[in-house]
């Protein structure tokens, strides 16, 4: 009862979340992902410096696939971490 209850609420937020999902860079009609605007590439990776998945953040695949790119190479030039070990000084 309770946890059916609580399980059926997730869902909704799931469903609600996944409805509202835009991609944030279609959104702002941005054409090309720039490597060094880092503060906006640093939300697509994760606590573990992974880039997240589409499903995650929302980006559309064609965004997705320049921000993979932009995300490289910030990595390359040490803007952006490889890896967690890399986040602490
Ligand atoms: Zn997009």
Redesign the pocket.
């Known amino acids: 009862m309770a946890a059916a209850t609580r399980s059926r609420k997730r869902d909704d937020f799931y469903r609600d979340r996944r409805r509202r999902k835009v991609?944030?860079?279609?959104?702002d009609k941005?054409v090309h992902i720039d490597y060094k605007e880092v503060n906006r590439l640093r939300r697509y990776l994760s606590e573990r410096a992974k880039i997240e998945p589409r499903r995650k953040t929302g980006?559309?695949?064609?965004?997705?696939r320049e921000l993979s790119v932009a995300l490289k190479r910030a990595r390359h030039v040490a803007l952006l971490p490889y890896a967690p070990q890399h986040l602490r000084p």
């Open positions: 991609c944030t860079f279609c959104a941005t980006t559309c695949a064609h965004h997705q």
